[in-house]
Nanobody, 131 residues
């Protein structure tokens, strides 16, 4: 089994910064895509940022328009960890932030035979931006 554990949420004033972390544990050799999503009260869950690429493949990132220029996603493949650096936070960034991993390969053999776990979600971490 694979688990994602998020950390780094909390209360911050508008204009402040937070850094979220998400680590994958369990049977993990490589993860194709890792990303962050968020869900504000009364709203649907939405994509924040994703990063694709593991091992020898070149990576790519994608951001929601609302966070471009303020948020930066990065990953440490050796640690199976993804980060979200959030700067210039706004009250509208308040939400539960969820980590997601897509196409999880448990072993090198699984990687070469394209056998993978489709997706795993973390439990979420609350980010509150308020004065």
């Amino acid at each position: 089994q694979v688990q994602l554990v998020e950390s780094g949420g909390g209360l911050v004033q508008p204009g402040g910064s937070l850094r979220l972390s998400c680590s994958a544990s369990g049977s993990v050799f490589s993860i194709r895509t890792m990303g962050w999503y968020r869900q504000a009260p009364g709203k649907q869950r939405e994509l924040v940022a994703t990063t694709t690429g593991g091992g020898s493949t070149s990576g790519s990132t994608d951001y929601a328009d609302s966070v471009k220029g303020r948020f930066t996603i990065s990953r440490d493949n050796a640690k199976n960890t993804v980060y979200l650096q959030m700067n210039s936070l706004k009250p509208e960034d308040t939400a539960v932030y969820y980590c997601k991993a897509d196409r999880i390969f448990a072993t090198l053999a699984d990687y070469h035979t394209n056998r993978y776990l489709v997706e795993v979600w973390g439990q979420g971490t609350l980010v509150t931006v308020s004065s």
